[in-house]
Nanobody, 121 residues
Framework: QERLVESGGGLVQPGGSLRLSCLVS????????IAWFRQAPGLEREGVLCISKNDDVTYYVDSVKGRFTISRDNAKSTVYLQMNNLKPEDTAVYYC??????????????WGRGTQVTVSS
């Protein structure tokens, strides 16, 4: 069964950084677009960033532009979300997911279980 496993979450102070990882198993990462989503308490899940099969990047929210970047290492079957200058409003459970297509369509198919990111002083 295909799996996506997130890691790297934790507690960080405002202005700090975290790097999340999404390890993909039992599927060939090269063929997939991968997106990061997040869900804050009491709010709906929202898309954050996506990277296509061809490394094209799509931002789904403007609030992370200039602070978050996404990258992939197909040899390691891993997609990364580098988060800098974190703000309390970035607090959420972060999920990675395969897109329905090999480019960033906004849809999602296979999901990981998420990793908690808490930004607080």
């Amino acid at each position: 069964q295909e799996r996506l496993v997130e890691s790297g979450g934790g507690l960080v102070q405002p202005g700090g950084s975290l790097r999340l990882s999404c390890l993909v198993s039992r599927l060939t990462l090269d063929f997939y677009a991968i997106a990061w989503f997040r869900q804050a308490p009491g709010l709906e899940r929202e898309g954050v960033l996506c990277i296509s099969k061809n490394d094209d990047v799509t931002y789904y929210v403007d609030s992370v532009k200039g602070r978050f970047t996404i990258s992939r290492d197909n040899a390691k079957s891993t997609v990364y979300l580098q988060m800098n200058n974190l703000k309390p409003e970035d607090t959420a459970v972060y999920y990675c997911a395969t897109d329905l297509l090999d480019w960033c369509s906004g849809g999602a198919d296979l999901w990981g279980r998420g990793t908690q990111v808490t930004v607080s002083s």
